[in-house]
């Protein structure tokens, strides 16, 4: 009881943890700017797309589930600073893998409706245009 009381006390002082993780890290804010623009690509939010974003948050940034809300706020009020042109910028001079890693993420929100959208399709193959990902290497097993 009092280390949680002592938690958010701290939290008030220090912000989410989550939130500071995204904040602190250009190119994971830009990497989920890009996946929630994918879930808003062809004009509304799914329960399933959430669930998917969601779990790619807490899996692949070890974002942890109590800050995911806060994180999306935070992307919500300082995202619109970022045009998805410039979070992909950010990704050209990574490793092939971590490129791979954005397109598979996006590939993954965009199937998770079951319904691919022509707006998904676009978005999906711009990014992979963009990102100089073949789109054999997101439909491909990891060796």
Known sequence: MAFALLDQIRQIFDGDP???KVADDPVLSAELLMLFR??????????????????I?????????SSIDS?????NEFGYETNGSQAIALFRDLDVERRRQLAK???EIA???SQLAESEMRLLRRTLDLLDISPVDVVK???
């Open 18 to 20: 989550g939130v500071r």
């Open 38 to 55: 994918m879930i808003l690509a062809d004009g509304s939010v799914s329960e399933s797309e959430m669930v998917v974003f969601r779990r």
């Open 57 to 65: 948050c807490k899996d692949a940034f070890g974002i942890a589930e």
């Open 71 to 75: 994180v999306i706020e935070y992307l």
């Open 105 to 107: 993420h996006m590939a």
């Open 111 to 113: 199937k998770a409706d």
């Open 141 to 143: 097993p990891q060796e």
